[in-house]
Every structure is written in C-alpha cells, then in structure tokens.
C-alpha cells in the first residue's frame, strides 16, 4: 500500500495475505488538479490516497454483480447528475482526459494531446485514431462537436454537463481528428470537468437513432458495452473486445477482464447487506457504518473506505435566522462541538475529522484554517455569555425570555449525526429538534431557509466547486448557510477564472479563511464511501471523482 | 348484465377524475421540491437549478399543469417521468408483469393456507387444531410483512443459504417474496373462513345432508364451503387491492421489480408525473377488481342476478 494512504484507508491485512502476488490496491481518492493546460506541479499539495495500480496480469474471464443504492436515472451523461448513473456510465464510456488518481495530472483518453491560448479560451485536441464507437460509429472530431453542442442545446435539458459546459461557445471541427473548442469565458476548472464522466462522448449515431430514449440505449466507447437494462431489476453490460485506448495509468491495456457486470439498485440497506454476506453480489456499496464495521470484523471481506474529494460533510449554520445571525452563537457551535466525539458516536469512528471547508485530499487545500477551533467547551460557554444567553432553570439557556432552541433538518438516513449532534450539544445549554426528512423536503428546507442546521457534503475534483455552497447567487439554492458576502463572492468569481494556479490557490485560501473566520460552517469529517468487497475480487481501486471503481482493472480469483 | 357493466365502467370515471385530482393536489402540498427527480442527490447551482425547472415546465401555475395532465391523459398520454426521462405509460408497463406475478403467487399462498386453515379450524371448533391454526392466524395478521420479510431474508438466504434474497428473475427469487406477502392475507381468509364456516355448518340443511348419510367431507366441501365462500369471496377481492398495496413493502424489501417499487421511487423523489400515472393505474385496477368481485357472487351464488 501506498504510504500516502490516509489513515481511514482500510484494508485488511488478511486480504494481502490472500492478495499474494500484491494484487491489492484500495482505495480512497486521489483529488485532481483543476490547471488547465500543461499540467503543472500543484501549489498546495493535497493528499492524494488512491494506490497506484498493482502490477502483473489478472485472470481475464468471469462476471460480478454489484450493488448500488438506487437505480440509475439514465445512461445518458448529458441527461443524468446521479451518482448511480456516473459508476455504470464510467465502464461505457471515455472522457476526453482522464485524471490520473496517483499523480493527480491529466492523462490520455480519447484525446492524445492538446494545449491552449494563453488566454485559456481556446483549447485544441488531437484526437486518438482508430477508435470505435460499440454500435460501429467511428470516433472523430465530429462526435465531438455534436456532443458538445448537444449538452448546451436547451432541448437537452441536461442537469449537470451543461453546468460543467457553461463557459462553452463552440466546437470547430479542424480535421477529422482534431478538435478546436472555444470558451466564452475563462474556466479555470475545464479540464477538470472534461475529465468526468459527464462529459463523455456518446456515439451520435446512438443519440439520433434513439432520441429521448437514448439513455436507455446508451452507445459509448468504453470497456464495456450496454446489454440490457431491466427497470428495476438489473443492468447488465459486456466486455467490448475491441478495446485498446483506455488511459495509461490503467493496471493493463487491452479489453477489461470481467466478460461481464451486473449492475443492481437496492435501496432497502437490509436487502443490500444479505445479498452481500449470501455472496450474491461481490461488490455492495454505501455500507452503513454499524455493519461496516461488523463486516470488517468478521475478516471475511475487504472492507473499503474510499475518499472523495471536494467539502467534507459539513453543518450549515442559517445566518439569517437567530440565534445563528449572531457570530458568537456560531463561534460557540465551532469550539462547543466535539467532531470526534461526533465521529465516534453517529459513524463507528470510520471517517477522518475534517475542519476546513476543502479536504486535505482536494487541491488547494490550505492548511492555513487548520485547527482554526480547537474543541473548547469554556470558549464555547464564554462565547454564549457573550452573546447573552445565560444559563436558564433546566439548563437550557435563555436570552430575553426565549430558549436557544435550533431545529438540525437532515436526511433520515443521517439521523445518527443529528441525535449525536443534539447529545453533544445539550452540556452546552443548546437544544437540538432532531427533523430528519427525505431527500426532496429536506433539500427544500435548506434552499427556503426553514430551518437553522442543514448538512451536507459536496462531491468533486475541483475545489472551486465550494461556490455551490458559499456564493450568493446560490441563496436559495445549496447556500444554506445564508451568506451574502460581496468579498466572499468576488474570491470565489476570481478563483474560477484564474488560469494561474499559485494565484488561483492563493485566491481559494482567502475565501477558505474568510469562510472560517466568520464560522458560517461546521466542517465534520471527510466523506467516504464505503464499500464491500468479496475476497475474490482484484484490484478494487476508485477514480478520483466521488470514488468511482475502476471495474476495468478488476479481475476475479 | 353488459348495461350492469357498462353502468359501472362509466360510474368509474368521475371516480379516477376526482382521484387524479386529489393525488395532484395533494402531492403540491408535500413539502419537497420535484426538482430532486431530476437532480437526484446532486448539488447544483441555483442558477441551473432555475433553468431546469422552467425547461421542465415545474413552474407553470398549478392548474396549468393540472389541466394539461388531464387533456393529455384522456388521450392516453401520462406524460414522462421526470426521474426516468421515458414515458409514464413505459414505466408502468416494464414493472406490471413483477408485480401480476408477485400479487397471483402470494393469492395463491394466501387462499391455499387461509382456506386451509379456515376449513381445519372450522370442522374441529375449539380444539386444539383450532387454536393452532387461529393462533398462526393471528401471527398472520399482527406480524408487520416487512418484518416477516426481513425474517425470511435472515433465515432463509442468509443462514442456510437456500434462497436469494433479491431480484426478480426465476422461481426461486418468487417464493420468499410470495410467502410474506400471502402471510397476511392468509390469516384474514383463514379467520372469516372459520367463522363463515361456522355458521354454515350450524344451518339445517347440513344437518338433512348428514342425516341422509353423506360423508363429512363431502357435507364441508359440496355443500357448506361453497355457500361459506361468499363473504370470503368478498374479502378476497378486497385483499387484492391490499396484496397490491402491500407489494410497495414486499418489493422493497426484497428489492423486486414491481409497480410498488415504482411508486415509492416516484414518491420520494417528487416525480409527478409518475406518481399521478402509478396511482391512476392503480386506482383503475381496484375499481375493476371489484366489479369482478361483485359479478363473482353471480357465479357462485345463483340466486344473484344483475339487470
């Protein structure tokens, strides 16, 4: 194992022994630089933890049946912006680039080469040769431009490429296997987001052969090939055998070893765990935490705990509403709140605690805002006597006659961290209403402000992504916190166009700072997902983007 | 007969009107945004998140949206799925043969063992036959079915290893499924079984049969459980519609293919159009179920008529 690997990385020792040849690799995410161009050395080096892949050949040969948490939406990666969809999607299609998850530059993919203007609003690629599209459709620059220009079509409709594509102005086709695109605006991220998944490249024939039904047909590139797709039961895809242009730091070259994988969405956690342990599926994701930990235990499993970059998993504290308006309420939260404590009761201790707003494993982590609030329950007391909340009769405290009384409005299945929340809280002199909901009334609890605790985590290579949750023009969106800070804003418009990454990191550790010195947010611990996997299964490793398998290093026993 | 049905095919339809209208207005009242269809577990940005709601016509007044449901339903258009980006009608139609399937197996369960039961308990009043067979009943009844479920999966897939525990392909991903969701249905037939029985064996033309000599078995099954069978017979069309809507759980437990399963990803993420197509398609199964139940008692019932 890589000696980077953090320290949540779980592997078994078991499972090296069984490994033998040292065909074991796990886990957690490596972060990506977001520079465009030529990639150069990262200003601020983030942890990358994502092992480099095992060497020596696996058996090819056999099928898996992997388990996700629900069903993909659409295979279309224009039309989807669901986790679900991205794991499969990632076996069917390539990007242009690919984001190596060890070294953390942009590698090959369906683009051998490419470089941009100065003014990092045109950017050039010459495109591999002798590609192959599943339904026969040859790979040019022309499938480029149609994709592309596709995602932007407000037709479309799409949720998440076309925010990926926002700076787009056009694709010119320079000859068959050179591609021109041109940017309206500077996109310091862009060849972050060319190196996801949402912007692979569908075989145009496929699109205007199925039309709205596409996503249910999806045609790509990849390693494997769609089958079938049996609607709340099964997808189901196939080694393509003509593969040879996957990306250089792959475990092998060629086509993939499994002939076969069986994708499954079963929600029921329950159901998910039998069919586990039962040996019916081989790779399970989103494990909950206590059987997780079980699991491991147990020695039978590789049990894998898998990084993502982006914002941990963090509290947002509404600046609008009292007594969060008040900077010394938040000051008392910040230092009152024991993150481990936290960790330890609601998640089994499994992740890592996490205090800025960007993780230790995303670029242009700045370790400037590190321990900015170390746990200190006498601060935290001071803190609430400073704002006037004094001690009431029942312990509860009180200022003018009302008792400081929060609601924390989370998703059902992250009711442990609000219970443990409300426990710790409660030597505090806070109550805590516990409101755990669905995913759709407690997302649009957060975008009204109803409420004065929302949490979540955000999931991607490009740390610029925080805009989503700090920047104003996200107030009734994802800014649940309730920030409209006009300085806070321009760091964060800044940050996105800088095609300079020492400035563009300097830039980032402004906004993190000006972030932490106003404690609009309670960074908890770096999220994870968790996965088990059978014994049988080889090299297990996963992409740097919200932790991914790469299912085409995989090989069985 | 046929004015008898067409009578109550057309009495059907204000009936779905008023239930397509309750159900939509009902789900605007649901706190939650339908955007979470679209966007699944994604942070966006509110810009794109405006942008897809006006692409998608979410925000249209509330009896546009309405109003263009309804003109596009009387056509046969339920619109598409804003989770799934396919039409209603398509969803439904991939996931009814599960569900037909799962919903028949489990009847099947439910009238072999509930009948079963019922008869035993019914010919030995107040024995201990009786009480074991009532006793299970009452398991029947009292026992959640996604506890029962989670039982079998335990026991049954994960400690012997005998069956799988989820999917839809195959017999043997039917069994478990079947067997839970029967459970509960059994135990009402075996009840109203017993007691319908009960009191059928208590009438005087029993009695006459016995005393021309007939057989016991022959008095329970040629004369006292066929005119028993009429309230059981009512029952059973209505355990239908609770077979159906028990097979939301089932098929989530046991992670199957199905309407249930359908509607319940329909639900929780806001997808409208889905959920008012599942409900009205439900909503028209439950009125034709009972007007078959009600055109049943003809068959079983001579004396029955419908003009």
């Known amino acids: ?557 | 007969m046929g004015t008898y049905i067409l009578k109550r095919l057309l009495a059907a339809i204000p009936i779905l009107i008023g239930i397509s209208a309750l159900v939509f207005f009902s789900l605007k009242l649901v706190p939650g945004d339908p955007l979470s269809a679209i966007t699944g577990d994604a942070v966006i940005g509110k810009e794109e998140a405006d942008r897809l709601r006006e692409q998608y016509g979410l925000n249209d007044a509330l009896h546009v949206q309405y109003l263009s449901f309804v003109g596009r339903a009387i056509q046969g258009d339920l619109g598409r799925s804003l989770q799934f980006k396919r039409p209603v009608i398509d969803e439904i139609r991939a996931q009814l043969p599960a569900t037909l399937q799962l919903t028949a197996a489990a009847m099947v369960v439910a009238l072999t063992v509930g009948l079963g039961l019922g008869i035993l308990a019914a010919i030995r009043p107040h024995s201990l036959l009786d009480g074991l067979t009532m006793s299970i009943a009452m398991a029947g009844v009292s026992f959640p079915s996604f506890w029962v479920g989670l039982m079998l999966l335990l026991i049954f897939s994960l400690a012997l290893g005998w069956l799988p525990a989820t999917g839809t392909e195959g017999f043997e991903r039917l069994i478990m499924p079947a067997a839970t969701l029967g459970f509960g249905a059994a135990a009402i037939i075996a009840r109203l079984t017993r007691s319908s029985l009960l009191e059928v064996l208590q009438q005087q033309y029993i009695v006459t049969a016995r005393a021309k000599g007939l057989s016991f078995v022959k008095v329970v099954f040629r004369h006292a459980l066929r005119n028993a069978l009429i309230p059981v017979v009512t029952i059973v069309g209505l355990q239908f519609g609770n077979l159906l809507a028990g097979a939301v759980v089932i098929e989530t437990v046991f992670s199957r293919q199905g309407i249930g399963r359908l509607l319940v990803t329909a639900i929780l993420g806001r997808d409208f159009p889905l959920v008012q197509g599942v409900i009205l398609f439900v909503a028209s199964v439950y009125v034709i179920v009972n007007l078959l139940v009600d055109l049943s008692y003809a068959l079983i019932d001579p004396r029955i008529r419908y003009a």
Not at chain 1, 197 to 202: E, G, N, P, R, S
Not at chain 1, 361 to 368: A, C, I, P, Q
Not at chain 1, 479 to 485: A, L, N, T, V
């Open chain 1, 1 to 557: 194992m890589s000696k980077r690997s953090s320290p949540n990385l779980i592997t078994r020792r078991r499972f090296i022994k069984i490994g033998g040849t040292g065909a074991v690799a796990v886990l957690a995410v490596a972060c990506a630089p977001a520079a465009p161009a030529a990639p150069t050395a990262a200003p601020a080096a983030p942890k990358p933890t994502t092992a480099p892949a095992a060497s020596g050949a696996g058996k090819p040969g056999g099928q898996i049946r992997y388990a996700m948490n629900n069903e993909p939406d659409s295979l279309d990666p224009a039309k989807t912006a669901q986790a679900s969809a991205f794991n499969v999607m990632m076996n069917l299609y390539d990007t242009l680039i690919w984001q190596d998850p060890v070294d953390l530059k942009y590698k090959s993919g369906l683009a051998e080469s490419w470089e941009s203007t100065p003014d990092g609003l045109t950017h050039t690629f010459k495109l591999r040769k002798g590609v192959k599209f599943h339904d026969g459709t040859p790979f040019n620059a022309e499938a480029v431009k149609a994709n592309f220009d596709r995602i932007v079509d407000p037709a479309t409709k799409s949720p998440q490429a076309a925010s990926k594509l926002a700076a787009y102005q056009s694709t010119t086709v320079v000859d068959e296997f050179t591609a021109k695109i041109t940017l309206k605006t500077q996109f310091a991220a862009f060849y972050d987001a060319l190196s996801q998944t949402w912007l692979a490249i569908a075989s145009p024939t496929a699109q205007k052969k199925f039309g709205d039904d596409y996503g249910r047909n999806p045609v790509g590139t990849g390693p494997m090939m769609f089958k079938e797709w049996v609607a709340k039961d099964r997808i189901v895809v196939v080694k393509n055998p003509d593969y040879n242009w996957g990306p250089p730091f792959w475990n092998h070259t060629g086509p993939a070893y499994l002939d076969q994988i069986t994708f499954v969405g079963i929600s029921e956690n329950g159901a998910r765990l039998t069919a586990f342990e039962s040996g019916e599926i081989q790779v399970m994701e989103t494990v909950p935490e206590g059987d997780f930990d079980r699991l491991k235990k147990s020695g039978k499993y590789q049990m894998v705990v898998a990084r993502t970059p982006g914002s941990p998993m963090t509290i947002f504290m509404n600046t609008e509403k009292a007594p969060f308006n008040d900077i010394n309420v938040r000051k008392a939260i910040m230092h009152g709140l024991n993150r481990t404590e936290l960790i330890n009761a609601a998640f089994f201790g499994l992740y890592s605690p996490a205090d800025t707003p960007i993780a230790d494993n995303t670029l242009y982590h700045s370790k400037k805002a590190v321990g900015m609030y170390p746990y200190d329950m006498e601060k935290a007391k001071k803190y609430l006597e400073d704002a006037g909340w004094k001690p009431g009769p029942d312990g509860v405290r009180v200022k003018n006659g009302e008792k400081l009384v929060v609601d924390f409005v989370d998703l059902t299945t992250y009711e442990p961290k609000v219970v443990a929340t409300q426990a710790l809280l409660k030597p505090l002199g806070i109550t805590v209403n516990v409101k755990a909901l669905d995913q759709a009334t407690r997302v649009a609890m957060g975008h009204k402000g109803d409420g004065h605790m929302f949490s979540t985590a955000l999931l991607d290579s490009d740390p610029g992504a925080i805009q989503l949750v700090y920047h104003s023009r996200n107030l009734g969106g994802f800014d649940w916190s309730r920030i409209k800070d006009a300085e806070l804003d321009k760091l964060l418009d800044d940050q996105a166009k800088e095609p300079d990454t020492t400035k563009r990191a300097a830039l980032l550790e402004q906004a993190v700072m000006k972030i932490m010195e106003n404690a609009w947010s309670f960074p908890i611990y770096n999220f994870a997902r968790l996965f088990g996997v059978s014994p049988k299964v080889k090299n297990f490793r996963t992409h740097p983007i919200g932790s991914y398998p790469y299912l085409y290093e995989v090989s069985l026993e």
